[in-house]
């Protein structure tokens, strides 16, 4: 899986969608994953605020959940791009023709500034 591609990932994570759906209490709506997203947003942002040294010191030892190592920092964003495909999906949004057209946009746009 080390040498998965941008599309091989979005494929694994609808896989791992259609299997939630099997046992989730309800089905997702978009509200619901963007929901989740904020959520997961949240959830990084404490992490990065802790790991930057943003809150007290040793607030790690109050709880396993301040630890911000980088294996919970890769987890949250794992959870966000869950998220984002649940979003796509619904609004029917092809993520990875879209992330090469954006790309190719910003690449036209940064040539414009010299760079």
């Known amino acids: 899986m080390d040498d998965q591609t941008f599309a091989d990932g979005i494929n694994e ?3 791992t969608i259609k299997r939630f759906e099997k046992i989730e209490g309800r089905p997702w709506g978009v509200e619901g994953a963007v ?7 949240g959830e990084l942002s404490a992490l990065v605020m802790n790991r930057e040294g943003y809150y007290f010191a040793d607030r790690e ?11 919970k920092i890769a987890d949250e ?14 609004y029917k949004i092809d993520l990875i023709k879209t992330n090469v057209q954006t790309r190719k946009d910003e690449d036209k746009f940064l040539k414009t500034k010299g760079v």
């Open 77 to 90: 964003l794992a959870d966000i791009m869950f998220a984002v495909v649940r979003i796509a999906e619904h």
């Open 61 to 71: 030892k109050l709880s396993d959940k301040y630890n911000a190592s980088d294996d």
């Open 35 to 41: 929901i989740e997203l904020a959520k997961q947003v």
């Open 13 to 15: 994570i609808r896989k």
